[in-house]
């Protein structure tokens, strides 16, 4: 990579999964503020790069990437480092986790964010049935033999996108006493090691969201733009 990767970027969204990967990676890249408040999101120079109207974007040499799955992968792939190559007998563990966070975790909770965007007559009782489905989601995570990522020190693309998911249900979606990390010790221990890393405090730092982003999030506080 020759020249510096662009972020367009909000605070604590889902850009911050994809910042945190470049700070493990100690790549160049500089930050472009897609301003949520205005909508900026859907403006018609954003869609130019993402059509779905959603943060991130990722400006490479190759031109922009979209999707917080597929940016985190193509960076990992690209250095060697956040998962396992494509021959190694790990990678499909790997892959299988980072895509679980996309496809199933991820989505799970935007509908506890957003829950307007899928129901447009019982957006609370929506809310009620996704706290159930998310409580059973970090269950299985907690249990899951095959996510041997959790229990290491080692930076991982799954764990990039984790962390903040794991910050998220705790500060967002109307009422959120239902959650609380310490239900799931192992899932815990992961957010504790994972935000004392450097890469992860730089992150955390850049978008005001305290000491201990992961393990007991603070609403976020960030230098410009805000997160909703």
Known sequence: MTKPLILH??????????????EELHLPYRTVLVDRATGGQ???????????????????????????????????DRSGILMPPPLDPARGPALQW?????????????????????????????????????TALFDLLESASQADWLDTEAPSAQGCYLGPLLRWPALYGGQTDWFDLR???????????????????????AEGLGPQPF???????????SAV
């Open 98 to 134: 980072l895509i679980w966070l996309a496809n199933t975790l991820h989505p799970t909770q935007r509908m506890l964010f957003y829950p307007d965007q899928y129901t447009a007559t019982a957006p609370e009782a929506l809310r009620t049935r996704t706290r159930t489905r998310l």
């Open 9 to 22: 970027y909000a605070p604590d969204n889902a850009s911050f999964c994809v910042r945190l990967a470049l």
């Open 215 to 225: 393990s007991a999030p603070l609403p976020c506080h960030p230098p410009e733009g």
């Open 183 to 205: 239900r799931w010790p192992r899932l815990m221990r992961f957010a504790q090691s994972y935000e004392a890393r450097p890469a992860a405090r730089r992150a955390s730092d």
């Open 42 to 76: 859907k403006s018609a120079d954003f869609l130019t790069l993402n059509p779905n109207g959603l943060i991130p974007v990722l400006e490479t040499p190759h031109g922009p990437l979209f999707e917080t799955g597929a940016i985190l992968l193509w960076l990992a």
